[in-house]
């Protein structure tokens, strides 16, 4: 049994009150808040640890590594890698995005080359990739979406060529929810040898990840949206994949040997790890995917399915509700918009009954200007809330559309 009162214990800010009221917190899909384990884990690290990691022969330094390189052990059971050779610790799905498309770009693209991505990636999984295209002269094309807010697959089929050289996806869209068949996509890329990129910042804190059984050739996410601290990523890549790349930065422990005249590189991942990691910050996304882990990670994706069901039940009781996205699979976000209110007015007037949810384009205008607007109010839940909180949630927008 899934004890959602039990577990909000484990996060102290869920007491706080915001305006006089509880807070709802209802921002998760921005961050997530962390439980204490993660929090104790880091000031212990600190407080007890302390030390920089794999050049030092003392103690401390070799506790330090060990913490870390286990955290990379927990990352590959948690995602189910073949090996850790393929878990690339990162500052965050941006960073790990950014570091593909560079050296992806340096290594195998060319002048008239393509790369695929889809209507509704986040900014992160565009810019990086028409930064590189721009340096190479290589072309962006995009999938199409239909109004319901699924990609089109049929229109894969013409827009994988021979000249592409990645497919670029998100597996949930921050802002619709839509949870795309990210297997079936990699499966008809595949059949023309192309691979694939999965953005994974708004499923791994959601559902059991198996990128063996995804069979994609490289996964992004953060740690801070899956109950883990600011400043941690990951970047998975098969280990054929990274092993054709070259390396992102330069500095130590991304080296083997260094000359002025020649420079040889680590091995994997090391190769894309240049400076001291976080190492603080690693050990506590593996704190908090240990934590998750114990939770279950099916129980997490049906208690938040049942809650996602529940808010758009209840919410489509408020006259002049709009939520954007019909998909036939979604995950734990609710884009929406009532009547003419404005999402900047519904998101402050949350806030003043203690509600947080994010306004604006959630890092998607590309996705805004395919849906026609310029924004809207976005509630995204996390295996702490509630019904009730869903229940004040919909009184809130109901009280604020009769203000209006
Ligand atoms: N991709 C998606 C789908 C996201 O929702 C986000 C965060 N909103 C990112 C990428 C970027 O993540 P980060 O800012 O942690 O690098």
């Known amino acids: ?19 006089g009221k509880p807070l709802v917190y209802l921002d998760n899909g921005a ?6 384990q993660v929090v104790e884990a880091m000031v212990d690290e600190y407080y007890n640890v302390n030390a920089n990691v794999h ?14 390189e286990a955290s990379r052990e927990t990352v590959r059971r948690f995602i189910n890698a073949r090996s850790t050779s393929e878990i690339v ?53 995009v999938i199409p979406m239909t109004d319901k807010g699924e990609l089109q697959l049929d229109a894969l089929e013409s827009l994988l060529t021979e000249r592409t050289r990645i497919l670029c996806c998100t597996h949930v869209s921050n802002v619709l929810g839509t949870v795309n068949p990210v297997k079936d996509i990699v499966r008809t890329a595949h059949d023309r040898g192309i691979p694939v990129l999965i953005d994974g910042a708004q499923s791994v804190p959601h559902m059991p990840i198996n990128v063996q059984e995804l069979d994609c050739d490289f996964f992004a996410f953060s740690g801070h949206k899956v109950y883990g601290p600011t400043g941690v990523g990951v970047l998975y890549g098969k280990e054929e994949w990274l092993e054709k790349l070259p390396p992102y930065q330069g500095g130590g422990e991304m080296i083997k040997n260094v000359s002025f005249e020649k420079t040889t590189y680590n091995e994997l991942p090391y190769k894309f ?6 190492y603080v910050a690693t050990h506590a996304l593996a704190t908090a995917l240990d934590y998750v882990t114990r939770l279950g990670m099916d129980n997490i994706e049906a208690y938040e399915r049942e809650l ?6 209840q919410m489509q009781q408020v006259d002049g509700m709009h939520i954007f996205g019909e998909p036939q699979e979604r995950d734990a976000v609710i884009s929406f918009q009532v009547g003419d209110i404005h999402h900047l007015d519904m998101g402050t007037l949350l806030d003043r009954l203690g509600i947080a949810v994010r306004t604006g384009h959630h890092c998607a205008e590309p996705l ?24 004040v949630l919909v009184e809130g927008i109901e009280r604020i559309r009769k203000m209006f």
């Not at 049994?1 to 305006?19: G, Q, S, T, W």
């Not at 961050?31 to 204490?36: E, F, L, M, V």
């Open 308 to 313: 996602t069901r529940y808010a758009i039940e």
């Open 31 to 36: 961050t997530t808040q962390k439980p204490r």
């Open 89 to 141: 610790f990162t500052r965050g799905t941006t960073e790990s995005i950014n570091l593909l498309a560079f050296t992806l770009g340096e290594a195998m693209v060319s002048e008239g080359d393509e790369v695929v991505v889809s209507a509704m990636e986040h900014h992160s999984n565009i810019v990086p990739w028409q930064m590189m295209c721009e340096r190479k002269g290589a072309r962006l094309r």
């Open 55 to 68: 050049r030092g022969v003392h103690f401390l330094s070799q506790q330090a590594t060990d913490l870390h």
């Open 1 to 19: 049994m899934y004890d959602v009162n039990k577990v909000r214990e484990d996060f102290p800010i869920l007491a706080r009150e915001i305006y």
């Open 368 to 391: 805004m200007r395919r849906l026609g607007i310029e924004g809207t109010a976005r509630a995204s839940f996390a295996l702490y809330n509630t019904k009730q909180e869903i229940d």
């Open 273 to 278: 790890e240049a400076g001291t990691p976080d």
